[in-house]
């Protein structure tokens, strides 16, 4: 592993646009989840009201509600994280690295397994840094404290990092399938903003008495954290994971992982 890992290391640490990428992420990641007290604030001052409610009476950060409303925010921009994989993925066929791995005596799982421990790395740091940004927005501004009260409803971090996991590997099956980085960024962007969801809104208006299109990938995948905010109109949500979905969403990953080697085997690198 450390051999993979440093093989990864050697070819992203002078590679800028993968770093300015990734910087660019996590800075806008930070602004826009650390943002929405000011909004609501601002909202209050022009007048805006939710049932009578402040919008700044809103407990967005309070703990434990915060760990759902973050990691369902942040959900949004892991199409980001996606680009930078297959840009990762493209770019070793663009300049023929993978196959200067094989000749260097890397087999292709080995190849395969090195961009696995980068995505697991990409998806660790995104979770880490959700945790560490909602500790300190639930500090300044839950009433409530507390270690009881503080990982209340926890179990969305790491469904997070699932979610997040989950919509990387599929990335790396694009970026193994299409090969030229502009096509697979736009196929990424197309089938999983538009393709597929409005495949389900379509299919589940037409047959609403089946349920096949909630076992596609990404509804799958992005069934794991469901829109929260409603429950401050009070309206009811679903704020708990269901087991069968997080077992889907894993059994999605090991298909995307198999789909993606067997891609890599019978392709032609040299």
């Given at each position: 592993m450390n051999r993979l890992l440093t093989i990864e290391w050697l070819k992203l640490k002078h590679y800028r646009p993968f770093w300015i990428l990734t910087g660019l992420y996590f800075l806008v990641l930070a602004l826009v989840c650390s943002s929405v007290m000011l909004y609501l604030e601002y909202l209050e001052s022009r007048g805006a009201s939710f049932e009578g409610l402040s919008p700044a009476m809103i407990p967005f950060y309070d703990f434990s509600d915060i760990w759902h409303n973050l990691t369902y925010m942040a959900t949004f921009f892991k199409i980001f994280l996606g680009f930078i994989v297959v840009i990762s993925i493209c770019n070793e066929w663009s300049f023929r690295t993978i196959r200067q791995n094989i000749i260097d005596g890397l087999d292709k799982w080995e190849f395969l397994a090195s961009k696995l421990i980068v995505i697991f790395?990409?998806?660790?740091?995104?979770v880490l840094f959700i945790f560490v940004l909602g500790m300190v927005l639930g500090t300044i501004y839950s009433p409530v404290q507390g270690i009881d009260v503080i990982f209340?409803?926890?179990?969305?971090?790491?469904?997070?990092?699932?979610?997040?996991?989950?919509?990387?590997?599929?990335?790396?099956?694009?970026?193994?399938?299409?090969?030229?980085?502009?096509?697979?960024?736009v196929l990424l962007a197309f089938y999983g903003l538009f393709i597929e969801p409005i495949g389900v809104l379509i299919l589940s208006n037409t047959y609403d008495q089946y349920t096949?299109?909630?076992?596609?990938?990404?509804?799958?995948?992005?069934k794991l954290i469901t829109f929260p905010y409603i429950k401050y109109a009070f309206q009811e949500v679903k704020d708990y994971l269901i087991w069968h979905e997080v077992l889907l969403v894993l059994a999605y990953c090991l298909l995307f992982v198999f789909l993606s080697f067997r891609i890599l085997k019978t392709r032609d690198v040299s």
């Open positions: 790395l990409l998806a660790m740091a995104n209340q409803n926890f179990e969305f971090v790491p469904a997070y990092f699932l979610d997040v996991f989950a919509f990387l590997l599929f990335s790396l099956l694009i970026g193994m399938l299409i090969k030229k980085t502009g096509f697979a960024i096949f299109y909630e076992y596609l990938p990404i509804r799958a995948i992005n």
